[in-house]
């Protein structure tokens, strides 16, 4: 029984491999969010900018084509309308451990990653936003 039910988070869902952004959108929405998605950081973005629901939280990808996940991540820093938006990196690559890397990013999950502990970990990023 969840009462704030009626007011649903939104979540960028950004992966370049179509079956698994299927499977992180079905997850998502199955766990109550507004699910929003693009193939690339570019895309991304321009979702972010047509959308009419504020996006709560960022899941990327580190590794796509056209705009990586680090480079989305920079841009979202710095554009001050998305700047504090939660940031989760969910991605095959380990990336380094740079001050600007880590800066970035609220979370960085290793695939393969459970989808409970992907749920966990983004419910626990936006409470931190203290949402």
């Given at each position: 029984m969840?009462?704030?039910?009626?007011?649903a988070?939104?979540i960028?869902?950004?992966e370049?491999?179509?079956?698994v952004?299927s499977?992180?959108?079905?997850?998502?929405?199955?766990?109550?969010?507004?699910?929003?998605?693009?193939?690339?950081?570019?895309?991304a973005?321009?979702?972010?900018?047509?959308?009419k629901?504020?996006v709560?939280v960022?899941?990327?990808?580190l590794r796509?084509?056209?705009?990586?996940?680090?480079?989305?991540a920079?841009?979202?820093?710095?554009d001050r309308r998305?700047a504090?938006i939660?940031?989760?990196?969910?991605?095959?690559?380990?990336i380094?451990s740079?001050?600007e890397?880590?800066?970035?990013?609220?979370?960085?999950?290793?695939?393969p990653?459970?989808l409970?502990?992907?749920?966990?970990t983004v419910?626990?990023?936006c409470?931190?936003?203290g949402e």
């Open positions: 969840k009462e704030e039910a009626s007011v988070r939104c960028l869902v950004v370049d491999n179509e079956e952004r499977i992180l959108v079905d997850a998502f929405e199955a766990a109550g969010y507004c699910v929003l998605y693009a193939g690339h950081g570019e895309e973005f321009e979702v972010m900018g047509r959308s629901c504020t709560d960022i899941v990327t990808d796509m084509p056209v705009m990586d996940g680090l480079e989305f920079i841009k979202i820093r710095s998305y504090g939660p940031m989760v990196l969910l991605s095959a690559t380990p380094r740079s001050t890397n880590l800066a970035v990013f609220s979370a960085v999950l290793l695939k990653c459970s409970t502990r992907l749920i966990s419910e626990a990023v409470a931190t936003k």
